[in-house]
């Protein structure tokens, strides 16, 4: 991509109305605009990321046996009032009424659809267990959205439903999710502790959230300091193997949200030179809730005796808009964002230092060809602009490797490249660069 034809609105001012480094840097960089409070346009920068982040959390939900399904943004009132959350989930819910005077309502999670969607055709424990995910907009009228695109009311989450015979079939599929969260958090650069954590108005009574340590967090959590160091993608994981161990392993240590806080415990079972008391950003949520649904919605199947139960279901919810601003508070410095290469929105930054200097443009233009050529996503700046205005953007826009070519360097057979994470400089050869890029 060139930045010349390239729709990256940039700032260099900071924006008054952000409160949080993610929000400012978000604006600052022209990945997002707001269109009213808590609603965002995703402008091209922003949304290269979004779309990194949702294929990493789809490609762990295919891993774990989740298969993806879409289902509206826009339900009817009939389901919800047959659950009795129609008039239970209060003013967060956007009602709507159609034109024949029908109660609709925008999604704010879809426990009930697929509930519908599951029994409309699943009679048997035969056809158990199922796993289905989607990942959608959702609508929630918070009282309060603020810190952009970390709190808004519409955000775009990947939800999972799980539908087991049994409470040990249940806890089968809990644990595939919550391991497949481990990899997920994991693979977006991102170390996010299972917490016990309240239910609120999804119900059940089994429930972790992932927690990502953070001062600007709006949870406050309490866990064991040992969570921060635990490694998760070492191991391979068989999805079909025994994963209550894992999940044992993951949950021996206190790690616990505020509403499910105990001093006395934390005091006990915490060492006190490991006792961690910090804010944390909420990335996900996970649920096991019985039959809450499946009775209310008669979603029954027969078991291997013949008798009609209900099902014992599960949800599991993954924030992939917060975890753009998530990413960012965890990885930036005074300049600008600092991308971990699995999210970022272009691997390499071309810079080209001199574009009225023929030789200078010559040698950009072919690494950018073949940079190309190679699948290498690459953001070329071939603006007319000075060479502190290139790398000021580039730095605010955090690509992982900065690729600087000028005539002076030319002059002498090198180029310098850049790592943004820490900063490091090299010059080298641009072949000796092309091939670490490449290699
Ligand atoms: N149905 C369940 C799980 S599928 C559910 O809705 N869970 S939730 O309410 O905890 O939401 C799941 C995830 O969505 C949260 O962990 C959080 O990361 C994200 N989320 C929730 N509310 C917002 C919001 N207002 N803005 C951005 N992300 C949000």
Known sequence: MRLSGYFMPTMKETPAEAEIVSHRLMLRAGMIRQASAGIYSWLPLGLRVLKKIEQIVREEQDRAGAQEVLMPTIQSADLWKESGRYDAYGPEMLRIEDRHGRDMLYGPTNEELITEIFRASVKSYRD??????????????????????????????????????????????????????????????????????????????????????????????????????FDVLGASIDYESDLEPVVEAWTKLYARTDDKHDAA???????????????????????????????????????????????????????????????????????????PEPVAPFRVGLINLKTADAACTKACEETYAKLQDAGIEVLYDDRDERAGTKFNDMDLIGLPWQLVIGPRGLGKGVVELKRRAGGEREELSLEAALVRLTG
């Open 265 to 339: 415990a934390f005091e006990d079972q915490v060492p006190e030179d490991k006792r961690v008391h910090r804010r944390g950003i909420e990335v996900g949520h996970i649920f096991y809730f019985g039959t809450k649904y499946s009775d209310p919605l008669k979603a029954l199947v027969a078991t291997p005796e013949g008798e009609p139960v209900a099902v014992h279901m599960g949800s599991y919810g993954i924030g992939v808009s917060r975890l753009v601003g998530a990413v960012i508070e965890a990885s930036h410095d005074d300049n600008g964002i600092i991308w």
């Open 128 to 229: 158990l267990p199922r796993m289905l995910y989607h990942i959608q907009w959702k609508f929630r009228d918070e009282v309060r959205p603020r810190f952009g695109v970390m709190r808004g009311r519409e955000f775009l989450m990947k939800d999972n439903y799980s539908f087991d015979l049994d409470y040990a079939g249940a806890k089968r599929s809990y644990n595939k999710m919550f391991v497949a969260y481990l990899r997920t958090f994991a693979r977006l650069g991102l170390q996010a502790i299972p917490m016990v954590a309240e239910t609120g108005p999804i119900g059940g009574d089994l429930s972790h959230e992932f927690i990502i340590l953070s001062d600007t967090g709006e949870s406050e959590v309490f866990c064991h300091r040992d969570f921060v160091d």
